[in-house]
């Protein structure tokens, strides 16, 4: 993963957690993967939290990281 890719990922899980009342605390990758640390109030499912964040990303900013995937 690019450092490029790597920022515009962080930048879009923030942006996303922002949305959810939830805060982006760490965040780091490795070339296949990506490490958040995420604040989050007890009421909300981590399961819900996780599925959102997928779905999101994908729809939202899908065609903006595809270009930068092999």
Same mark, same amino acid.
């Given at each position: 993963?690019?450092?490029?890719?790597?920022?515009?990922?962080?930048?879009?899980?923030? @942006?996303?957690?922002?949305?959810?009342?939830?805060?982006?605390?760490?965040?780091?990758?490795? @070339?296949?993967?990506?490490?958040?640390?995420?604040?989050?109030?007890?009421?909300?499912?981590? @399961?819900?939290?996780?599925?959102?964040?997928?779905?999101?990303?994908?729809?939202?900013?899908?065609?903006?990281?595809?270009?930068?995937?092999?």
């Amino acid at each position: 993963m690019t450092n490029e890719l790597l920022t515009a990922l962080e930048e879009a899980f923030r @942006s996303i957690l922002e949305t959810r009342e939830c805060k982006l605390i760490e965040f780091n990758g490795e @070339s296949d993967r990506v490490h958040l640390i995420v604040s989050y109030k007890p009421e909300i499912s981590i @399961s819900n939290l996780v599925a959102n964040l997928k779905s999101t990303l994908v729809s939202n900013y899908g065609k903006r990281f595809l270009k930068h995937l092999p």
